[in-house]
C-alpha cells in the first residue's frame, strides 16, 4: 500500500474513521445521446463536519436544477445512502459547483469516466 491507501487505513485505525468523505461523482449513459450524471458521498460530513440529511440534498438539487438548467432528484440507495442525479452530462459543472460554494474541497471530489 502506498500513498493515500496508506494514510486512509492509518488514519481509520488510528481514529476509527477516513480522515476524508470523498465525493464519486459518475456519468451512466442511458440510451443514445442521453445520460444521467449521479454523485454519491454527498450526505457524508463535508467541509464543515455536519451530515445533509434528506431536506438539504433536496435543497441542494433545486439549487443545481435552477444554475445547471436541467432536471434533477434525490434517491434513497440502500449501499450508497443518499444518491444525487441530474440529466445530462453534469460532471464538471457539478465540481465546479461543490468547490463554488464549499460545499466540498477539490481532493474531496472524484470523477469517475471521460
Same mark, same amino acid.
Given at each position: 500500500?502506498?500513498? #493515500? ?14 480522515? %476524508? ?11 443514445? /445521446?442521453?445520460? $444521467?450524471?449521479?454523485?454519491? &458521498?454527498? %450526505?457524508?460530513?463535508?467541509? %464543515?463536519?455536519?451530515?445533509? +440529511?434528506? @431536506? ?12 445547471? +438548467?436541467? +432536471? &434533477? %432528484?434525490? $434517491? ?16 464538471? #459543472?457539478?465540481? #465546479?459547483?461543490?468547490?463554488? #460554494?464549499? $460545499? /466540498?474541497? @477539490?481532493?474531496? $471530489? ?5
Amino acid at each position: 500500500m502506498y500513498g #493515500n491507501e496508506f494514510m486512509s487505513e492509518l488514519c481509520e485505525r488510528e481514529f476509527g474513521r477516513q480522515s %476524508s468523505h470523498k465525493v464519486h461523482v459518475r456519468v451512466k449513459q442511458r440510451t443514445g /445521446r442521453k445520460s $444521467i450524471t449521479t454523485a454519491t &458521498g454527498l %450526505s457524508t460530513a463535508g467541509v %464543515s463536519g455536519e451530515m445533509m +440529511n434528506m @431536506e438539504d440534498m433536496k435543497v441542494l438539487v433545486k439549487r443545481l436544477k435552477k444554475r445547471l +438548467n436541467c +432536471n &434533477g %432528484s434525490v $434517491i434513497e440507495h440502500e449501499t450508497h445512502g443518499l444518491v444525487l442525479q441530474l440529466s445530462g452530462d453534469q460532471r464538471f #459543472n457539478l465540481f #465546479n459547483f461543490l468547490i463554488e #460554494n464549499r $460545499i /466540498r474541497q @477539490e481532493h474531496q $471530489i472524484v470523477i469517475h469516466g471521460g
